[in-house]
Structure formats: C-alpha cells, structure tokens
C-alpha cells in the first residue's frame, strides 16, 4: 500500500512538472531562407567555390597535358630527362592537391568564408530566440531543421515567424 502512495505522488509531481514546462520550435532552415543577407552570402560562398574549383581544374588539365607530352617524347628523352620530367609532374600534382586543399579542406578558405559570412546570421537568430525565450518565459526551444528527433509537431507551437518579426522580416 505505501508503494503504491509513492508511486502516484512520484506519477502527479511529474505530471505537474511537465504541463508546468513550455515547449516551442522554430525551424532555423525557413528563418535562414526568408533572411535576403543569407542568400546573399550563400551566392558569394557559390561564386568563389566555382571559381576554385575552375582553377583546380585548369590545374589538372595542365598537369594531363604536360603528362601526354611526357609519353609522346619519353621515347627520345633520356634517363635523367625522363626523371626530371617526371618529378615535374609529381611535383605539379603536389601543388595542386595541396591547393585544393587549402581551398576546400576542413578548416579551407571556403569553410572560413563560408563561416565569416554566415556565422553573424546565425548568432542574430540565436539571440533572437534567446531573447523570445526569455521574454515568454520557454522552458525548451527545438530547431526542427536541425534533425529528425521531433517525430510530430503542432504547428502552433512553431515560433519561427516570430523570430523573423524581431528580426525584422
């Protein structure tokens, strides 16, 4: 009999607990999209990785032609000629590796461009969720863009437009 006394307290503290909680979502994927600045930046970002990867590519076609000239003269080329051309090669495809990896790697230029342009985007969404949080005292604020882990949710709940008003959108 105590065991079940403690159970339906333990059951109505966390029932209390839980309607005295506020959840809402925003979906940051529809904010971000609805921001021009972000468009914007994203067209900037494009841009230069088209351009990269042009470069990159121009690189490469040189460095197949230089190897065609390679094996059409390899037959009159001698032993030091054929090294040398060769290390040439090798070297040219170092270079360029190594470009495209200073340009797209991990912590590339891209990446930082990407970061410089976007990042102040982002930190005005969290602030202003933040303070919409505050504010309207929610306990939990979801990202739906940010995963499948909210397997339904009541649009009512979906505070994203709200964000854009004091975003100013």
Known sequence: MKKIFILIVFAMALQFGAQAQKFVYVDTEY???KIPAYKDALEQV???AEQWQGDIAREYDAIDEMYKRYQAESVLLTDAMKSQRENEIIEREKQVKKLQKDKFGVDGELFQKRQALIRPIQEDIF???EKMAKQKAYDFVFDKSS???M???????????EILGNLGF
């Not at 397997?151 to 437009?161: G, I, Q, R």
């Open 127 to 129: 602030d202003a969720v």
């Open 46 to 48: 494009d841009k230069l």
């Open 31 to 33: 904010i971000l999209n």
């Open 147 to 149: 995963g499948n882990s």
């Open 151 to 161: 397997l339904f949710v009541n649009p009512k709940y979906d505070k994203s437009d």
